[in-house]
C-alpha cells in the first residue's frame, strides 16, 4: 500500500508538470500569434504623417520632441510658444497606431532625418488603431517604448502623455471605456520603468466643453494643454540638468 500511494504520487506529479508545460507552452504560442497579427498594418481611411521643426534651432538650447496624433498637433503650437528661449521644439505626429510597423518605421526615418540629441521626448499613441486590440497594444508596447527610447538616444527624459477622452463613443472604434483601457495598459508598462506622465485626460474631462468635433479641442482647449504640457516639459528639463 506504501509503495501504491508512492508510485501515484511520482506519476501524478510527472503528469502535473507535464500539464503545466504544454499551458505554458500554449499560453506562449497564443501570445506569439497575437503579436504576429499585431505586426500587420491595418491602414485606416486616412493615414498621414506631420514632421515639423524650429526653422533656425538655436544650438545652445536643448532639444525637445512632441511624439503623437492630431491632438499633439494641436497643442504643439503653444508648447513652442511656451518654451521660446528655453528649446528647441520638434514634432512627428502620425496616425500610424502602436501595433503598426509603420509606426516604428516612421520613428526610424524621423531620427534618421533630423539627427539631432533630444533631452526630453514627451510621446503618445492610443487615438487610432481601433482594428487592434487591446491585446494587441499591450503586445506591442513594448516596441514602441524601445523605439521612443531609442530615438532619445537614451538619455533623453521620457514623457508619456494619456489619450484624452472623446466625445461621443464610437462602438468598436474610439470609445472612452477603451482609451481608458489603453491609458492602463501603458501605465502599467511605464510604472516599473520610472517614466513620468502628463496626464491629459484629467486635465481634459475638465474641460468637456471645449470640444471643436467628437475628437479634437478648439483653440482654447489646445492652449490648455499646450500650457500643462509646457510645464511638465521645463520641469523635466530642470531635473536633467
Request: proline share 4%; with cysteine; net charge positive.
Given at each position: 500500500?506504501?509503495?501504491?500511494?508512492?508510485?501515484?504520487?511520482?506519476?501524478?506529479?510527472?503528469?502535473?508538470?507535464?500539464?503545466?508545460?504544454?499551458?505554458?507552452?500554449?499560453?506562449?504560442?497564443?501570445?506569439?500569434?497575437?503579436?504576429?497579427?499585431?505586426?500587420?498594418?491595418?491602414?485606416?481611411?486616412?493615414?498621414?504623417?506631420?514632421?515639423?521643426?524650429?526653422?533656425?534651432?538655436?544650438?545652445?538650447?536643448?532639444?525637445?520632441?512632441?511624439?503623437?496624433?492630431?491632438?499633439?498637433?494641436?497643442?504643439?503650437?503653444?508648447?513652442?510658444?511656451?518654451?521660446?528661449?528655453?528649446?528647441?521644439?520638434?514634432?512627428?505626429?502620425?496616425?500610424?497606431?502602436?501595433?503598426?510597423?509603420?509606426?516604428?518605421?516612421?520613428?526610424?526615418?524621423?531620427?534618421?532625418?533630423?539627427?539631432?540629441?533630444?533631452?526630453?521626448?514627451?510621446?503618445?499613441?492610443g487615438m487610432h488603431g481601433w482594428d487592434y486590440s487591446e491585446m494587441q497594444y499591450r503586445l506591442a508596447f513594448p516596441a514602441f517604448l524601445r523605439a521612443v527610447r531609442k530615438i532619445g538616444k537614451g538619455h533623453a527624459v521620457l514623457i508619456w502623455t494619456s489619450t484624452t477622452p472623446v466625445k461621443i463613443d464610437k462602438p468598436e472604434r474610439a470609445s472612452?471605456?477603451?482609451?481608458?483601457?489603453?491609458?492602463?495598459?501603458?501605465?502599467?508598462?511605464?510604472?516599473?520603468?520610472?517614466?513620468?506622465?502628463?496626464?491629459?485626460?484629467?486635465?481634459?474631462?475638465?474641460?468637456?466643453?471645449?470640444?471643436?468635433?467628437?475628437?479634437?479641442?478648439?483653440?482654447?482647449?489646445?492652449?490648455?494643454?499646450?500650457?500643462?504640457?509646457?510645464?511638465?516639459?521645463?520641469?523635466?528639463?530642470?531635473?536633467?540638468?
Amino acid at each position: 500500500m506504501i509503495w501504491n500511494q508512492t508510485f501515484l504520487r511520482y506519476h501524478c506529479g510527472r503528469a502535473a508538470r507535464r500539464m503545466l508545460v504544454v499551458c505554458a507552452a500554449a499560453i506562449c504560442i497564443l501570445a506569439s500569434n497575437s503579436f504576429a497579427v499585431a505586426e500587420k498594418s491595418i491602414p485606416e481611411e486616412i493615414e498621414w504623417a506631420w514632421y515639423a521643426r524650429p526653422v533656425h534651432p538655436n544650438a545652445t538650447l536643448p532639444n525637445v520632441l512632441l511624439l503623437g496624433d492630431s491632438i499633439c498637433r494641436n497643442y504643439y503650437p503653444r508648447v513652442t510658444e511656451q518654451l521660446a528661449g528655453v528649446a528647441n521644439v520638434y514634432l512627428l505626429a502620425t496616425s500610424a497606431s502602436i501595433g503598426d510597423p509603420r509606426l516604428l518605421a516612421q520613428i526610424r526615418e524621423f531620427e534618421r532625418l533630423e539627427a539631432v540629441p533630444f533631452a526630453v521626448v514627451h510621446f503618445n499613441n492610443g487615438m487610432h488603431g481601433w482594428d487592434y486590440s487591446e491585446m494587441q497594444y499591450r503586445l506591442a508596447f513594448p516596441a514602441f517604448l524601445r523605439a521612443v527610447r531609442k530615438i532619445g538616444k537614451g538619455h533623453a527624459v521620457l514623457i508619456w502623455t494619456s489619450t484624452t477622452p472623446v466625445k461621443i463613443d464610437k462602438p468598436e472604434r474610439a470609445s472612452n471605456d477603451r482609451i481608458a483601457a489603453r491609458n492602463a495598459i501603458a501605465l502599467s508598462a511605464l510604472e516599473r520603468q520610472n517614466i513620468a506622465v502628463d496626464d491629459q485626460h484629467a486635465l481634459m474631462i475638465q474641460h468637456q466643453n471645449l470640444y471643436a468635433d467628437t475628437v479634437h479641442y478648439n483653440a482654447a482647449g489646445s492652449e490648455i494643454q499646450g500650457d500643462q504640457a509646457a510645464v511638465v516639459i521645463r520641469n523635466a528639463l530642470k531635473v536633467r540638468k
